[in-house]
C-alpha cells in the first residue's frame, strides 16, 4: 500500500539527511481495507510502515487467507476455475477513498508466479484486475478485484482413476464376446464389478463437492 499525506513532510537537511523513518501502523492514518472472500486467515504481525520525507506511506503487509470461490467441475479434472480476490474499503466512500493499482496484470502475474515453490495440483494462468465502485445505501465504495485464473494439472488423475477405469472397459467387453465359458465369464464379471466399486470410491473421495453441477466423470 502507498498513499500521501501533506502535513507530514520534512527537509532532510534540516534533520540530518533523514529521508524516511520506519513507524508503528497506529502513529499516522492508513488505509483500512478487507478482503471480501476472506473466510480465515493469519493476520500479519509487521504492523510498521515507512514514511518518505516527501509525505509518501508504504506499508507491505504480507497476509496469508483462505478465499471462497465457486467451483464450474462439469470438465473434471480438464477444468479451469477463475476466482475472485477483492479488496475494499467499506468505512470511507469514493468522495473520500480510491484504490487505484500500480503495476500492471503482466508485473503482478510474474511476481506471483515466483512465489510458487512447488508444482501443486493447480497452473496460475492469468490474472486481470478490475476497478469499479460497489453502491450501497445509495453511496459508493472502492473496489479492486483481482481475478486469478487457474488450470487443474490432470496427470494425477489420468494415472489413477481414468486409464484404470478404461482399462476395465476394455477388459468387460474383451471377456463378454470371448470364448470362454459361461462360468468364467461370470467369475470375470464379479472381479471387474468389484474393481469398478473400489475406483468408484477413490472418485468419490477426489471428486471436488463445491459445485452445482456433478463433473461428468463422475456421472459416468
Known amino acids: 500500500q502507498e498513499w500521501q499525506n501533506p502535513f507530514a513532510t520534512w527537509d532532510p537537511r534540516d534533520f540530518c539527511n533523514i529521508s524516511e523513518i520506519v513507524l508503528p501502523m ?29 509525505g509518501t506511506f508504504n506499508s507491505t503487509r504480507p497476509f496469508q487467507v483462505t478465499l471462497t470461490c465457486s467451483l464450474i467441475i462439469l470438465k473434471f479434472p480438464f477444468d479451469t476455475q477463475m476466482c475472485n480476490l477483492s479488496i475494499a474499503s ?24 515466483s512465489f510458487f515453490l512447488t508444482d501443486g495440483e493447480w497452473k496460475f494462468t492469468n490474472l486481470s ?26 496427470t494425477l488423475y489420468i494415472l489413477n482413476l481414468i486409464l484404470p477405469t478404461c482399462a476395465l472397459y476394455l477388459l468387460d467387453m474383451a471377456v463378454l464376446f470371448g470364448p ?7 467369475n470375470f464379471q464379479i472381479a471387474i464389478i468389484l474393481g469398478s466399486s473400489m475406483l468408484a470410491v477413490i472418485l468419490n473421495n477426489s471428486l471436488p463437492t463445491s459445485s452445482n453441477k456433478p463433473p461428468i466423470i463422475g456421472t459416468h
Open 26 to 54: 497506529d502513529t499516522y492514518w492508513s488505509p483500512p481495507v478487507f478482503i471480501l472472500e476472506r473466510v480465515n486467515g493469519q493476520n500479519p504481525e509487521l504492523n510498521y510502515m515507512v514514511l518518505m520525507h516527501n
Open 129 to 154: 484486475i478490475i476497478e469499479y465502485t460497489e453502491i450501497m445505501d445509495d453511496k459508493g465504495f472502492s473496489v479492486v478485484t483481482y481475478v486469478i485464473s487457474m488450470e487443474r494439472r490432470p
Open 180 to 186: 470362454s465359458s459361461l462360468e468364467e465369464k461370470i
Open 90 to 113: 467499506f468505512l470511507y466512500p469514493v468522495t473520500d477513498f480510491v484504490m487505484k493499482t500500480r503495476r500492471t496484470p503482466a508485473e503482478m502475474m510474474k511476481d506471483s508466479q
